[in-house]
């Protein structure tokens, strides 16, 4: 079972139509201006294949954009009572060996997965607009990129993440747009590089330090990241002698973190 024709017939069998259904309904999505909205949806679902998308749009109506049910939660959303699943096709893989030894993903079929529309849980109306604001296609290539193993889950209100010295690890809240959890990740880095480096700073200091260097880097990958720095850094210096005396390590920390999520700058700028 193989490439766009095995997920079509997939999705014949799991949603119980005939191949004529099947062909009218996709017919009447791509030759309808409906196709165009499909085109756009998927603009803004950069995670969904083509495919999902049209078939997103098969089973309702107006929709704009989609999430799994948990994610909508992550963001602190619930979908309504009573609301039914989009189905989507979600290729499964296996890892085999090839001739030359190394390992390779083969297609082994599909399952069905399902997300819900925005217009399915209670966001308010102008939360899109924030929501896709803020959205950073480079986010899953900085997380790969991470010195140190990273875990996304939900956390206290007003605590966006930290880095924990003796477990080696940064725990980001899964709360929050994926802008903001990329500067979320730079800033926990910066901990990560004060330790690594044993630089001795003040922790009100390094707070500062450590959310410029985070702004410096992010402006560099096309984050704007000017209202949430500002508002930290003004929140922890408390002169302009420090931030001076902090402009040295600064420069440290910041070369450090763009060299270490470099490779993220390429793919924001093929993206861009
Ligand atoms: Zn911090």
Same mark, same amino acid.
């Given at each position: 079972m193989k490439g766009p024709?095995g997920a079509?017939?997939y999705?014949?069998?799991?949603?119980?139509?005939?191949?004529?259904?099947?062909?009218?309904?996709?017919?009447?999505?791509?030759?309808?201006?409906?196709?165009?909205?499909?085109?756009?949806?998927?603009?803004?679902?950069?995670?969904?294949s083509?495919?999902?998308?049209?078939?997103?749009?098969?089973?309702?109506?107006?929709?704009?954009? @989609?999430?799994?049910?948990?994610?909508?939660?992550?963001? =602190? $959303?619930?979908?309504?009572?009573?609301? /039914?699943? +989009? &189905? #989507?096709i979600v290729p499964r893989f296996r890892k085999v060996e090839k001739s030359d030894g190394t390992k390779d993903d083969e297609l082994v079929g599909f399952a069905?997965?399902?997300?819900?529309?925005?217009?399915?849980?209670?966001?308010?109306?102008?939360?899109?607009?924030?929501?896709?604001?803020?959205?950073?296609?480079?986010?899953q290539n900085?997380?790969e990129l991470?010195? @140190?193993p990273?875990?996304?889950?939900?956390?206290?209100? =007003? $605590?966006?993440?930290?880095?924990?010295? /003796?477990? +080696? &690890? #940064?725990?980001?809240?899964?709360?929050?747009?994926?802008?903001?959890?990329?500067?979320?990740?730079?800033?926990?880095?910066?901990?990560?590089?004060?330790?690594?480096?044993?630089?001795?700073?003040?922790?009100?200091?390094?707070?500062?330090?450590?959310?410029?260097?985070?702004?410096?880097?992010?402006?560099?990958?096309?984050?704007?990241?000017?209202?949430?720095?500002?508002?930290?850094?003004?929140?922890?210096?408390?002169?302009?002698?420090?931030?001076?005396?902090?402009? /040295?390590?600064?420069?440290?920390?910041?070369?450090?973190?763009?060299?270490?999520?470099?490779r993220?700058?390429?793919?924001?700028?093929?993206?861009?």
């Amino acid at each position: 079972m193989k490439g766009p024709f095995g997920a079509l017939n997939y999705w014949r069998r799991i949603m119980k139509l005939t191949k004529k259904e099947l062909d009218s309904k996709l017919d009447s999505i791509v030759n309808c201006e409906a196709f165009v909205r499909a085109l756009k949806f998927k603009a803004l679902q950069h995670s969904y294949s083509h495919l999902n998308c049209i078939l997103i749009q098969s089973q309702r109506n107006n929709v704009t954009y @989609v999430l799994p049910f948990k994610k909508w939660n992550a963001l =602190g $959303l619930s979908v309504l009572k009573g609301e /039914k699943g +989009l &189905a #989507i096709i979600v290729p499964r893989f296996r890892k085999v060996e090839k001739s030359d030894g190394t390992k390779d993903d083969e297609l082994v079929g599909f399952a069905t997965g399902h997300v819900f529309d925005i217009s399915q849980t209670d966001a308010p109306p102008d939360f899109l607009i924030a929501h896709l604001n803020r959205d950073f296609p480079g986010y899953q290539n900085l997380l790969e990129l991470a010195p @140190v193993p990273v875990v996304e889950r939900p956390l206290r209100k =007003g $605590l966006n993440g930290y880095f924990d010295s /003796k477990e +080696l &690890a #940064i725990t980001i809240s899964s709360s929050q747009s994926e802008a903001d959890r990329a500067l979320t990740l730079l800033h926990e880095t910066g901990h990560y590089l004060v330790w690594k480096n044993k630089l001795e700073i003040p922790q009100e200091l390094e707070e500062v330090i450590v959310e410029c260097s985070a702004f410096i880097a992010a402006s560099e990958f096309g984050i704007d990241a000017t209202a949430p720095s500002a508002g930290y850094i003004a929140g922890y210096l408390n002169n302009t002698e420090d931030l001076r005396k902090a402009s /040295k390590v600064i420069d440290k920390i910041s070369n450090s973190l763009l060299k270490t999520y470099e490779r993220s700058e390429e793919f924001a700028e093929s993206n861009g």
